[in-house]
Protein backbone atom coordinates (compact mmCIF):
# COMPACT_ATOMS: atom_id res chain seq x y z
CA UNK A 1 0.00 0.00 0.00
CA UNK A 2 2.38 2.25 0.89
CA UNK A 3 4.06 1.14 -2.13
CA UNK A 4 1.21 2.32 -4.20
CA UNK A 5 1.29 5.42 -2.28
CA UNK A 6 4.58 6.84 -3.63
CA UNK A 7 4.38 5.77 -6.97
CA UNK A 8 1.26 8.75 -7.07
CA UNK A 9 1.87 10.43 -10.36
CA UNK A 10 3.58 14.11 -8.73
CA UNK A 11 1.56 17.57 -9.41
CA UNK A 12 4.25 19.23 -11.10
CA UNK A 13 4.52 16.04 -13.82
CA UNK A 14 0.45 16.31 -14.35
CA UNK A 15 0.71 19.69 -14.49
CA UNK A 16 3.13 19.17 -17.59
CA UNK A 17 0.94 16.76 -19.39
CA UNK A 18 -0.22 17.78 -22.96
CA UNK A 19 -3.85 15.97 -22.15
CA UNK A 20 -3.95 19.17 -19.73
CA UNK A 21 -2.87 22.33 -21.99
CA UNK A 22 -5.94 22.92 -23.43
CA UNK A 23 -7.73 23.81 -19.90
CA UNK A 24 -5.58 26.50 -19.51
CA UNK A 25 -7.45 27.96 -22.17
CA UNK A 26 -10.52 27.59 -19.85
CA UNK A 27 -9.21 27.72 -16.59
CA UNK A 28 -6.33 29.68 -14.43
CA UNK A 29 -3.72 27.17 -13.39
CA UNK A 30 -5.00 27.26 -9.54
CA UNK A 31 -8.09 25.81 -10.80
CA UNK A 32 -6.13 23.18 -12.95
CA UNK A 33 -4.39 22.52 -9.61
CA UNK A 34 -7.18 22.46 -7.25
CA UNK A 35 -8.91 19.14 -9.39
CA UNK A 36 -5.64 17.44 -10.39
CA UNK A 37 -5.00 17.54 -6.16
CA UNK A 38 -9.15 16.55 -5.90
CA UNK A 39 -8.15 13.27 -7.96
CA UNK A 40 -5.18 12.43 -6.63
CA UNK A 41 -6.71 12.33 -3.30
CA UNK A 42 -9.60 10.11 -4.59
CA UNK A 43 -7.04 8.07 -6.07
CA UNK A 44 -5.28 8.15 -2.70
CA UNK A 45 -8.76 7.64 -0.27
CA UNK A 46 -8.75 4.80 -3.20
CA UNK A 47 -5.80 3.22 -2.68
CA UNK A 48 -5.90 3.25 1.41
CA UNK A 49 -9.53 1.76 1.32
CA UNK A 50 -7.42 -1.19 -0.36
CA UNK A 51 -8.91 -0.64 -3.84
CA UNK A 52 -7.38 -2.10 -6.48
CA UNK A 53 -7.30 1.22 -8.74
CA UNK A 54 -5.48 2.50 -11.76
CA UNK A 55 -2.69 4.75 -10.28
CA UNK A 56 -1.29 5.81 -13.47
CA UNK A 57 -1.23 9.28 -14.68
CA UNK A 58 -3.61 8.88 -17.38
CA UNK A 59 -5.95 7.52 -15.06
CA UNK A 60 -5.48 10.60 -12.48
CA UNK A 61 -5.55 13.42 -15.43
CA UNK A 62 -9.33 11.19 -16.24
CA UNK A 63 -10.57 11.66 -13.07
CA UNK A 64 -9.55 15.29 -13.31
CA UNK A 65 -11.06 15.53 -16.19
CA UNK A 66 -14.50 14.32 -15.55
CA UNK A 67 -14.97 16.71 -12.30
CA UNK A 68 -13.73 19.76 -14.72
CA UNK A 69 -16.22 18.69 -17.71
CA UNK A 70 -18.92 19.24 -14.56
CA UNK A 71 -18.02 22.05 -13.43
CA UNK A 72 -17.99 24.02 -17.27
CA UNK A 73 -21.37 22.84 -17.14
CA UNK A 74 -24.51 25.06 -16.33
CA UNK A 75 -26.00 24.07 -13.45
CA UNK A 76 -29.30 24.87 -14.80
CA UNK A 77 -30.02 23.28 -18.21
CA UNK A 78 -32.66 22.14 -20.27
CA UNK A 79 -34.11 18.27 -19.46
CA UNK A 80 -36.61 16.60 -21.86
CA UNK A 81 -39.90 16.48 -20.17
CA UNK A 82 -41.55 13.31 -20.42
CA UNK A 83 -43.95 13.67 -17.85
CA UNK A 84 -46.96 15.02 -20.42
CA UNK A 85 -47.34 17.73 -17.66
CA UNK A 86 -47.50 21.10 -19.94
CA UNK A 87 -47.14 22.81 -17.01
CA UNK A 88 -45.14 21.79 -15.15
CA UNK A 89 -43.33 23.75 -11.98
CA UNK A 90 -40.32 22.00 -11.14
CA UNK A 91 -39.34 22.15 -14.88
CA UNK A 92 -39.58 25.32 -15.44
CA UNK A 93 -43.85 25.61 -16.39
CA UNK A 94 -44.71 27.31 -19.47
CA UNK A 95 -41.94 27.08 -22.95
CA UNK A 96 -41.78 30.21 -25.31
CA UNK A 97 -42.91 30.58 -28.38
CA UNK A 98 -40.31 31.32 -30.55
CA UNK A 99 -41.80 34.77 -31.52
CA UNK A 100 -41.17 35.26 -27.79
CA UNK A 101 -37.85 34.05 -27.35
CA UNK A 102 -36.42 36.28 -30.50
CA UNK A 103 -38.06 39.05 -29.01
CA UNK A 104 -36.39 38.32 -25.67
CA UNK A 105 -33.09 38.00 -27.48
CA UNK A 106 -33.56 41.54 -29.03
CA UNK A 107 -33.79 43.20 -26.38
CA UNK A 108 -31.21 41.19 -24.56
CA UNK A 109 -27.88 42.02 -26.22
CA UNK A 110 -29.29 45.60 -27.73
CA UNK A 111 -30.23 49.12 -25.88
CA UNK A 112 -34.05 49.27 -26.06
CA UNK A 113 -36.50 52.08 -25.12
CA UNK A 114 -37.09 50.06 -22.29
CA UNK A 115 -37.83 53.76 -20.60
CA UNK A 116 -37.57 55.66 -22.87
CA UNK A 117 -40.31 57.35 -25.23
CA UNK A 118 -38.52 57.39 -28.95
CA UNK A 119 -41.76 60.04 -30.20
CA UNK A 120 -41.24 62.23 -27.61
CA UNK A 121 -37.81 61.96 -27.04
CA UNK A 122 -38.16 62.09 -23.37
CA UNK A 123 -38.20 59.37 -20.23
CA UNK A 124 -41.17 56.33 -20.56
CA UNK A 125 -42.93 53.89 -18.73
CA UNK A 126 -41.52 50.55 -18.73
CA UNK A 127 -45.37 49.34 -18.20
CA UNK A 128 -46.46 51.43 -20.97
CA UNK A 129 -44.97 48.88 -23.91
CA UNK A 130 -47.69 45.96 -23.27
CA UNK A 131 -50.61 48.18 -20.98
CA UNK A 132 -52.52 48.81 -24.52
CA UNK A 133 -52.21 45.02 -25.05
CA UNK A 134 -53.21 44.01 -21.61
CA UNK A 135 -56.26 46.01 -21.77
CA UNK A 136 -57.48 44.84 -25.56
CA UNK A 137 -57.07 41.00 -24.42
CA UNK A 138 -59.23 41.53 -20.95
CA UNK A 139 -61.53 44.69 -21.58
CA UNK A 140 -59.36 46.30 -18.17
CA UNK A 141 -59.22 49.93 -18.55
CA UNK A 142 -55.67 49.76 -17.36
CA UNK A 143 -53.06 47.15 -16.39
CA UNK A 144 -49.41 46.43 -14.95
CA UNK A 145 -46.53 43.86 -15.29
CA UNK A 146 -44.44 42.69 -11.86
CA UNK A 147 -42.35 39.97 -11.78
CA UNK A 148 -45.29 36.72 -10.59
CA UNK A 149 -48.46 36.48 -9.58
CA UNK A 150 -47.75 36.21 -5.73
CA UNK A 151 -46.26 39.67 -6.03
CA UNK A 152 -49.36 40.85 -7.95
CA UNK A 153 -51.06 40.21 -5.08
CA UNK A 154 -48.77 41.12 -2.33
CA UNK A 155 -48.55 44.73 -4.61
CA UNK A 156 -52.20 44.67 -4.58
CA UNK A 157 -53.14 44.32 -0.79
CA UNK A 158 -49.76 46.40 0.12
CA UNK A 159 -51.27 49.60 -1.79
CA UNK A 160 -54.95 49.12 -1.11
CA UNK A 161 -55.34 47.47 2.53
CA UNK A 162 -53.02 48.01 4.56
CA UNK A 163 -53.91 47.82 8.20
CA UNK A 164 -57.37 47.17 7.47
CA UNK A 165 -59.23 43.67 7.46
CA UNK A 166 -59.54 41.41 4.03
CA UNK A 167 -62.52 39.48 3.65
CA UNK A 168 -62.10 36.16 1.80
CA UNK A 169 -63.90 32.77 1.84
CA UNK A 170 -63.18 30.00 4.15
CA UNK A 171 -62.83 27.49 0.80
CA UNK A 172 -60.42 30.11 -0.80
CA UNK A 173 -57.63 30.12 1.64
CA UNK A 174 -55.24 28.50 -0.95
CA UNK A 175 -52.55 27.08 -0.53
CA UNK A 176 -50.20 27.68 -4.11
CA UNK A 177 -47.69 25.61 -2.90
CA UNK A 178 -44.16 26.38 -1.73
CA UNK A 179 -44.79 29.17 0.92
CA UNK A 180 -47.52 30.84 -1.17
CA UNK A 181 -50.78 30.68 1.11
CA UNK A 182 -52.77 33.29 0.62
CA UNK A 183 -53.91 34.00 4.37
CA UNK A 184 -50.09 34.31 5.02
CA UNK A 185 -50.17 36.89 1.74
CA UNK A 186 -52.29 38.67 3.72
CA UNK A 187 -50.93 39.21 6.93
CA UNK A 188 -47.08 39.58 5.50
CA UNK A 189 -48.63 43.01 4.15
CA UNK A 190 -49.78 44.23 6.98
CA UNK A 191 -53.33 43.27 6.51
CA UNK A 192 -55.88 42.02 8.39
CA UNK A 193 -57.36 38.29 7.19
CA UNK A 194 -61.31 37.96 8.23
CA UNK A 195 -62.64 34.80 6.80
CA UNK A 196 -66.17 34.42 6.07
CA UNK A 197 -68.53 31.43 5.57
CA UNK A 198 -68.14 27.43 5.39
CA UNK A 199 -65.28 25.95 3.65
CA UNK A 200 -68.07 24.37 1.55
CA UNK A 201 -70.08 27.22 1.32
CA UNK A 202 -70.32 30.79 1.55
CA UNK A 203 -73.33 33.14 0.90
CA UNK A 204 -73.16 36.67 -0.05
CA UNK A 205 -74.78 37.44 3.61
CA UNK A 206 -71.45 36.22 4.80
CA UNK A 207 -69.78 38.46 3.50
CA UNK A 208 -72.78 40.85 4.30
CA UNK A 209 -72.25 40.85 7.89
CA UNK A 210 -68.79 40.84 8.35
CA UNK A 211 -68.29 44.20 6.63
CA UNK A 212 -67.09 47.18 9.05
CA UNK A 213 -65.40 50.26 9.50
CA UNK A 214 -62.63 48.04 9.78
CA UNK A 215 -62.96 46.41 6.36
CA UNK A 216 -60.64 47.45 3.54
CA UNK A 217 -61.84 45.15 0.34
CA UNK A 218 -62.99 41.70 -0.66
CA UNK A 219 -60.97 39.13 -1.98
CA UNK A 220 -62.14 36.30 -3.78
CA UNK A 221 -59.06 33.73 -4.72
CA UNK A 222 -59.45 31.34 -7.61
CA UNK A 223 -59.84 27.83 -6.40
CA UNK A 224 -56.98 27.05 -9.30
CA UNK A 225 -55.46 23.90 -7.88
CA UNK A 226 -58.33 22.45 -6.22
CA UNK A 227 -62.57 22.02 -6.19
CA UNK A 228 -64.23 22.19 -3.20
CA UNK A 229 -67.16 19.54 -4.79
CA UNK A 230 -70.51 18.18 -3.81
CA UNK A 231 -72.76 20.59 -1.10
CA UNK A 232 -71.35 23.76 -2.45
CA UNK A 233 -71.84 27.17 -3.00
CA UNK A 234 -70.12 30.79 -3.35
CA UNK A 235 -71.86 33.85 -4.44
CA UNK A 236 -71.78 35.15 -8.29
CA UNK A 237 -68.52 37.60 -8.99
CA UNK A 238 -71.31 39.81 -10.09
CA UNK A 239 -72.82 39.96 -6.78
CA UNK A 240 -69.96 39.72 -4.88
CA UNK A 241 -69.07 43.32 -6.87
CA UNK A 242 -71.71 44.90 -6.33
CA UNK A 243 -72.10 44.37 -2.69
CA UNK A 244 -68.62 45.74 -2.07
CA UNK A 245 -69.13 48.28 -4.20
CA UNK A 246 -72.49 49.31 -2.17
CA UNK A 247 -69.90 49.87 0.72
CA UNK A 248 -67.57 51.86 -1.05
CA UNK A 249 -65.31 49.08 -1.02
CA UNK A 250 -63.44 47.11 -3.81
CA UNK A 251 -63.15 44.02 -5.13
CA UNK A 252 -60.40 42.08 -5.77
CA UNK A 253 -60.05 38.87 -7.62
CA UNK A 254 -56.59 36.87 -7.63
CA UNK A 255 -57.76 34.27 -10.87
CA UNK A 256 -54.41 32.30 -10.74
CA UNK A 257 -53.83 31.25 -14.17
CA UNK A 258 -55.05 33.58 -16.76
CA UNK A 259 -57.04 31.91 -19.06
CA UNK A 260 -57.50 34.18 -22.10
CA UNK A 261 -59.25 31.66 -24.43
CA UNK A 262 -61.67 29.37 -23.95
CA UNK A 263 -60.03 25.53 -23.54
CA UNK A 264 -63.47 23.92 -24.12
CA UNK A 265 -62.60 22.79 -27.57
CA UNK A 266 -59.81 20.70 -26.56
CA UNK A 267 -61.96 18.41 -24.02
CA UNK A 268 -61.06 20.62 -20.52
CA UNK A 269 -63.29 21.93 -18.35
CA UNK A 270 -64.39 25.31 -18.27
CA UNK A 271 -62.44 27.83 -16.45
CA UNK A 272 -63.38 31.33 -16.13
CA UNK A 273 -61.63 33.66 -18.54
CA UNK A 274 -59.60 37.10 -17.56
CA UNK A 275 -62.38 38.70 -19.69
CA UNK A 276 -65.14 37.65 -18.18
CA UNK A 277 -63.95 38.11 -14.38
CA UNK A 278 -62.91 41.54 -15.61
CA UNK A 279 -66.65 41.96 -17.13
CA UNK A 280 -67.88 41.10 -13.58
CA UNK A 281 -66.81 44.73 -12.30
CA UNK A 282 -64.35 44.00 -10.06
CA UNK A 283 -61.67 46.75 -9.22
CA UNK A 284 -58.81 44.70 -10.04
CA UNK A 285 -57.57 41.05 -10.96
CA UNK A 286 -54.62 39.51 -11.09
CA UNK A 287 -53.27 36.59 -13.03
CA UNK A 288 -49.57 34.53 -13.76
CA UNK A 289 -47.71 34.76 -17.00
CA UNK A 290 -46.32 31.67 -16.77
CA UNK A 291 -49.19 29.21 -16.35
CA UNK A 292 -52.61 28.82 -18.53
CA UNK A 293 -51.25 32.23 -20.70
CA UNK A 294 -48.34 29.97 -22.00
CA UNK A 295 -45.54 33.01 -21.55
CA UNK A 296 -42.89 33.86 -19.22
CA UNK A 297 -43.24 34.08 -15.49
CA UNK A 298 -45.10 37.19 -14.47
CA UNK A 299 -47.45 38.71 -12.70
CA UNK A 300 -50.17 40.69 -14.28
CA UNK A 301 -52.71 43.29 -12.86
CA UNK A 302 -55.84 44.29 -14.60
CA UNK A 303 -58.55 46.17 -13.55
CA UNK A 304 -59.68 50.02 -12.93
CA UNK A 305 -57.37 52.91 -13.72
CA UNK A 306 -58.23 54.35 -10.57
CA UNK A 307 -56.58 51.34 -8.60
CA UNK A 308 -53.97 50.62 -11.35
CA UNK A 309 -52.58 54.08 -11.05
CA UNK A 310 -52.20 53.67 -7.29
CA UNK A 311 -50.48 50.81 -7.89
CA UNK A 312 -48.11 52.19 -10.23
CA UNK A 313 -47.28 55.00 -7.40
CA UNK A 314 -46.88 52.62 -4.89
CA UNK A 315 -42.81 52.42 -3.69
CA UNK A 316 -42.74 48.53 -3.33
CA UNK A 317 -43.39 48.35 -7.55
CA UNK A 318 -39.87 49.27 -7.83
CA UNK A 319 -38.85 46.38 -5.47
CA UNK A 320 -41.24 44.07 -7.54
CA UNK A 321 -40.43 45.69 -11.09
CA UNK A 322 -40.51 43.31 -14.13
CA UNK A 323 -37.08 43.38 -16.21
CA UNK A 324 -36.98 43.47 -19.84
CA UNK A 325 -36.58 40.21 -21.42
CA UNK A 326 -39.45 39.76 -19.52
CA UNK A 327 -41.63 42.44 -20.74
CA UNK A 328 -40.26 41.43 -24.45
CA UNK A 329 -41.28 37.91 -24.03
CA UNK A 330 -45.13 38.93 -22.94
CA UNK A 331 -45.56 41.37 -25.59
CA UNK A 332 -45.04 38.73 -28.19
CA UNK A 333 -46.73 35.95 -26.43
CA UNK A 334 -49.90 38.42 -25.83
CA UNK A 335 -49.67 39.85 -29.75
CA UNK A 336 -49.90 36.31 -30.66
CA UNK A 337 -54.03 36.14 -28.77
CA UNK A 338 -54.97 38.72 -31.38
CA UNK A 339 -55.88 35.83 -33.31
CA UNK A 340 -56.79 33.15 -31.15
CA UNK A 341 -56.11 30.27 -33.38
CA UNK A 342 -52.46 31.40 -34.05
CA UNK A 343 -51.91 31.49 -30.25
CA UNK A 344 -52.87 27.84 -30.59
CA UNK A 345 -50.20 26.83 -33.14
CA UNK A 346 -47.93 29.39 -32.22
CA UNK A 347 -47.87 29.55 -28.57
CA UNK A 348 -46.29 25.86 -26.87
CA UNK A 349 -48.25 25.52 -24.07
CA UNK A 350 -51.66 25.39 -26.12
CA UNK A 351 -50.19 23.74 -28.81
CA UNK A 352 -49.18 20.94 -26.27
CA UNK A 353 -52.80 21.03 -24.68
CA UNK A 354 -54.51 20.91 -28.20
CA UNK A 355 -53.00 18.01 -30.23
CA UNK A 356 -54.89 15.47 -31.60
CA UNK A 357 -54.79 11.97 -30.87
CA UNK A 358 -53.62 11.20 -34.52
CA UNK A 359 -50.45 13.48 -33.60
CA UNK A 360 -50.24 12.15 -30.53
CA UNK A 361 -50.59 8.55 -31.86
CA UNK A 362 -48.04 9.38 -34.16
CA UNK A 363 -45.33 10.54 -31.96
CA UNK A 364 -45.70 7.77 -30.18
CA UNK A 365 -45.13 5.32 -33.22
CA UNK A 366 -41.51 6.62 -33.96
CA UNK A 367 -40.48 7.59 -30.33
CA UNK A 368 -41.57 3.50 -30.15
CA UNK A 369 -40.01 2.10 -33.21
CA UNK A 370 -36.57 4.15 -33.01
CA UNK A 371 -36.34 2.96 -30.04
CA UNK A 372 -36.46 -0.89 -31.03
CA UNK A 373 -34.28 0.21 -33.93
CA UNK A 374 -31.58 0.68 -31.08
CA UNK A 375 -31.47 -3.13 -31.00
CA UNK A 376 -30.51 -2.89 -26.61
CA UNK A 377 -32.52 -5.22 -25.25
CA UNK A 378 -35.59 -2.72 -24.49
CA UNK A 379 -39.01 -3.97 -24.44
CA UNK A 380 -41.39 -1.79 -25.54
CA UNK A 381 -44.88 -0.80 -26.17
CA UNK A 382 -47.18 1.51 -26.58
CA UNK A 383 -49.91 2.14 -24.41
CA UNK A 384 -53.19 4.31 -23.48
CA UNK A 385 -52.78 7.09 -20.88
CA UNK A 386 -54.01 10.40 -19.10
CA UNK A 387 -51.85 13.92 -19.00
CA UNK A 388 -52.10 16.18 -16.54
CA UNK A 389 -52.19 20.03 -17.31
CA UNK A 390 -50.11 20.72 -14.04
CA UNK A 391 -49.36 24.46 -12.76
CA UNK A 392 -52.16 24.30 -10.54
CA UNK A 393 -54.53 24.51 -13.64
CA UNK A 394 -57.70 22.63 -14.01
CA UNK A 395 -56.55 20.12 -11.33
CA UNK A 396 -59.53 17.48 -12.29
CA UNK A 397 -58.96 17.64 -15.85
CA UNK A 398 -57.09 14.68 -17.66
CA UNK A 399 -56.33 14.47 -21.39
CA UNK A 400 -56.20 11.02 -23.33
CA UNK A 401 -52.63 10.56 -24.58
CA UNK A 402 -49.69 7.80 -25.81
CA UNK A 403 -47.60 6.75 -23.74
CA UNK A 404 -44.03 4.76 -24.64
CA UNK A 405 -43.59 1.94 -21.79
CA UNK A 406 -39.84 0.37 -21.99
CA UNK A 407 -38.53 -2.67 -19.22
CA UNK A 408 -35.22 -4.21 -19.61
CA UNK A 409 -34.49 -7.36 -18.30
CA UNK A 410 -31.48 -6.21 -16.50
CA UNK A 411 -32.12 -3.14 -14.71
CA UNK A 412 -35.02 -2.42 -12.55
CA UNK A 413 -37.88 0.64 -13.38
CA UNK A 414 -36.29 3.15 -10.88
CA UNK A 415 -32.61 2.08 -12.04
CA UNK A 416 -33.44 3.18 -15.64
CA UNK A 417 -36.29 6.06 -14.50
CA UNK A 418 -32.63 7.29 -12.95
CA UNK A 419 -30.21 6.72 -15.43
CA UNK A 420 -32.58 8.45 -17.84
CA UNK A 421 -32.40 11.27 -15.37
CA UNK A 422 -28.72 11.74 -14.72
CA UNK A 423 -28.18 11.24 -18.75
CA UNK A 424 -26.06 14.33 -19.96
CA UNK A 425 -29.41 15.38 -21.14
CA UNK A 426 -31.39 14.65 -18.52
CA UNK A 427 -34.86 13.11 -19.01
CA UNK A 428 -37.54 13.02 -16.64
CA UNK A 429 -39.80 10.34 -16.97
CA UNK A 430 -42.73 8.50 -15.37
CA UNK A 431 -42.82 5.31 -14.03
CA UNK A 432 -45.13 2.22 -13.51
CA UNK A 433 -45.85 -1.59 -12.88
CA UNK A 434 -42.07 -1.98 -13.35
CA UNK A 435 -41.66 0.27 -16.59
CA UNK A 436 -40.52 3.36 -17.51
CA UNK A 437 -42.91 5.51 -19.16
CA UNK A 438 -42.57 8.46 -22.19
CA UNK A 439 -45.75 10.65 -22.44
CA UNK A 440 -45.50 12.01 -25.56
CA UNK A 441 -47.34 14.94 -25.42
CA UNK A 442 -44.65 16.99 -24.07
CA UNK A 443 -42.15 16.08 -26.01
CA UNK A 444 -40.54 18.41 -28.73
CA UNK A 445 -39.30 17.58 -31.97
CA UNK A 446 -35.60 16.13 -30.91
CA UNK A 447 -35.94 15.09 -28.05
CA UNK A 448 -36.82 11.21 -29.39
CA UNK A 449 -33.31 11.13 -31.28
CA UNK A 450 -31.73 12.42 -27.41
CA UNK A 451 -33.89 9.59 -25.67
CA UNK A 452 -32.68 7.39 -27.65
CA UNK A 453 -28.97 8.48 -27.21
CA UNK A 454 -29.48 8.25 -23.37
CA UNK A 455 -30.63 4.62 -23.96
CA UNK A 456 -27.75 3.66 -25.92
CA UNK A 457 -25.09 5.43 -23.78
CA UNK A 458 -26.88 4.29 -20.08
CA UNK A 459 -26.55 0.58 -20.38
C1 LIG B 1 -50.32 30.20 -9.01
C2 LIG B 1 -51.12 31.10 -8.19
C3 LIG B 1 -50.52 32.18 -7.53
C4 LIG B 1 -49.04 32.44 -7.61
O1 LIG B 1 -48.67 32.81 -8.90
P1 LIG B 1 -47.12 32.85 -9.32
O2 LIG B 1 -47.14 33.48 -10.67
O3 LIG B 1 -46.64 31.45 -9.31
O4 LIG B 1 -46.43 33.69 -8.31
C5 LIG B 1 -51.33 32.99 -6.77
N1 LIG B 1 -52.66 32.77 -6.66
C6 LIG B 1 -53.27 31.74 -7.29
C7 LIG B 1 -54.73 31.53 -7.11
C8 LIG B 1 -52.51 30.87 -8.08
O5 LIG B 1 -53.11 29.84 -8.70
Known sequence: ???????????????????????????????????????????????????????????????????????????????????????????????????????????????????????????????????????????????????????????????????????????ELVEIGGSFRVPDVIESVGARLKEVGATNKTHLRDYERAITEETGALLRVHTSNYRVVGFSQVPDDKDLVALAHQHDLPAFNDLGSGLLIDLQPLGLPREPLVSEVVAAGYDVVSFSGDKLLGGPQAGILVGTKQYIDQLKRHPLLRALRVDKMTLAGLEATLQAYLKPEQAMKDIPLLQMLGQSEEKLARKAQTLADDIRALDKGYQVNIIEGQSQVGGGAFPEARLATHLVEISHPDYS????????????????????????????RTLLEADSGKICQALVEMI
Open 413 to 440: ESTLEQKLRQAEFPIIARTSDGKVQFDV
Open 1 to 171: MQEKLSQLPKMDELLEDVAIVPWFEVFDRPYVKNYLNEALNQVRQAILAGEDVDISHSAVVAIAERKLTVKQRPNLRPVINATGTALHTNLGRALLSDKSVEATQRVNARYSNLEYNVEAGERGSRYAHIEDLLKELTGAEAALVVNNNAAAVMLLLTATTQGQEVLISRG
